[in-house]
Structures are given as structure tokens and as C-alpha cells.
């Protein structure tokens, strides 16, 4: 069966600070991976997408990049955290028959 | 561009009452429509979508949507709510068009009381 694997759950990292989350997804091959984030109190903003290796398109200028290495893996990164990047990450898989999967999500506090 | 609308930030209902949670899309091509549950930090779980045929789709612990193809809605309903519901409800929308982007509106909070 198909499972996706997302890490850290929370993450407390200062101002200025590098990131890499990870998503790996199971079970399947040549996914279409997705980056969302949710802000406290708000709605859930795409960041990137990925129908294949090393193609990454993104939704919104910010200060996030992603990365993808390998078929099944999926990685956020920034190079300098900022405050307005904390919130709830969360990477998902399109499945056969526009099943869309979530991994449990990690909590980022930028402090 | 796709979009989509949640036009209640949070609906507060009084436990086996009825509810009703308004989703409004906007798409250029045919769509594809979700809605999703979120349970206080946790990622989201699937209660229903609407691919094709019937406008009427049965969901997940009790849920039901109609897609309503002239009014570009897709409202959530629930014949009789339970304290266990009360989650983030969120509406989403998907076309080919678009790689398959999955555009979520807002959220609705539902907030049941006994």
C-alpha cells in the first residue's frame, strides 16, 4: 500500500537559520508531490509541485526552494529562516483516480 | 485560474442539529472537487470527492456533497452532527488544465456544542 512520510513533526528553529523538511512517499512510482503551507488561522497555500525528477514549479516567490532528487522524494529548504515563514507544512501525493494523500505535517516556529 | 470560496470562517452548531458547509469554485475547464478534514494538528483526511456522474456524493462518516454545476458549488452537509466533528472542514478544487494542482479555499471551522 501507498504511504507518505513526512519529518520532522515540530521544528523550532531561530531567525536566519537553514530548513530541509523531507517527504518520501511508498508504494508508488512517479508521483506528483506537492508542498503546502498553512498559516495559523488560514487556509492551505501551494508552494511547489513535482510531476517528475528534478522538476519543481512554484506557486509563490518567498523564500523557500524544493528539491527533487529522487522519484519518491520531495524536500522544502530555505537558506535563511524568516518569522513570516512559521506554520504548518504539509507534502502530499496524487494517487490513481485523483487521490490526493497528506503526510501528517511538520510544525515550524521560526523564533 | 482556479479558486474556490468558503464564504463561513466557522459555523458554531448545536450537537444532531443539521449542517451545511458552503463551497463555491470558480474553473474554466470541468473539475474535480474535494473536501477535506482537519483535525487539530494533523494533516487532512479525505471525507469525499467529486470526479464524475452522480452530483450527489456519499463521504466518510456520514458526509454528502452535491456538486451544482450551474451555481459552481459543492456544499457539504451532515444530517445530524456529533461533538467528534467539530474540525477545520476545507473545500478544494483540481483540474487538468492545471498539472493537478490541488487549490484549497479557506476553511470552514465547525465548532459543535452540546
Known amino acids: 500500500s501507498q504511504t507518505i512520510h513526512q519529518w520532522p513533526a515540530t521544528l523550532v528553529q531561530p531567525v536566519g537559520s537553514p530548513l530541509s523538511l523531507e517527504c518520501t512517499v511508498e508504494g508508488t512510482s512517479n508521483p506528483n508531490l506537492y508542498w503546502y503551507r498553512q498559516a495559523a488561522g488560514r487556509g492551505l497555500q501551494l508552494l511547489f509541485y513535482?510531476?517528475?525528477?528534478?522538476?519543481i514549479s512554484s506557486e509563490v516567490p518567498q523564500n523557500l526552494s524544493a528539491s527533487r532528487p529522487q522519484d519518491r522524494q520531495f524536500i522544502l529548504s530555505s537558506k535563511k529562516l524568516l518569522l513570516s515563514d512559521s506554520g504548518f507544512y504539509l507534502c502530499?501525493?496524487?494517487?490513481?483516480?485523483?487521490?490526493?494523500?497528506f503526510g501528517s505535517g511538520t510544525r515550524l516556529t521560526v523564533v | 485560474a482556479q479558486s474556490v470560496t468558503q464564504l463561513d470562517s466557522q459555523v458554531p452548531v448545536f450537537e444532531e442539529a443539521p449542517v451545511e458547509l458552503r463551497c463555491n469554485y470558480s474553473?474554466?475547464?470541468?473539475?474535480?472537487l474535494f473536501w477535506y478534514v482537519q483535525y487539530p494538528n494533523q494533516g487532512l483526511q479525505l471525507l469525499l470527492k467529486y470526479l464524475s456522474g452522480s452530483t450527489l456524493v456519499k463521504g466518510i462518516n456520514g458526509f454528502e456533497a452535491e456538486f451544482n454545476k450551474s451555481q459552481t458549488s459543492f456544499h457539504l452537509r451532515k444530517p445530524s452532527v456529533h461533538i467528534s466533528d467539530t474540525a477545520e472542514y476545507f473545500c478544494?478544487?483540481?483540474?487538468?488544465?492545471?498539472?493537478?494542482?490541488?487549490?484549497f479555499g479557506s476553511g470552514t471551522r465547525l465548532l459543535v456544542r452540546p
Open positions: 502530499a501525493w496524487k494517487g490513481s483516480f485523483y487521490g490526493y494523500t
Open positions: 478544494a478544487v483540481s483540474d487538468m488544465d492545471s498539472s493537478y494542482k490541488l487549490i
Open positions: 513535482s510531476v517528475g525528477i528534478g522538476q
Open positions: 474553473s474554466s475547464v470541468s473539475v474535480y
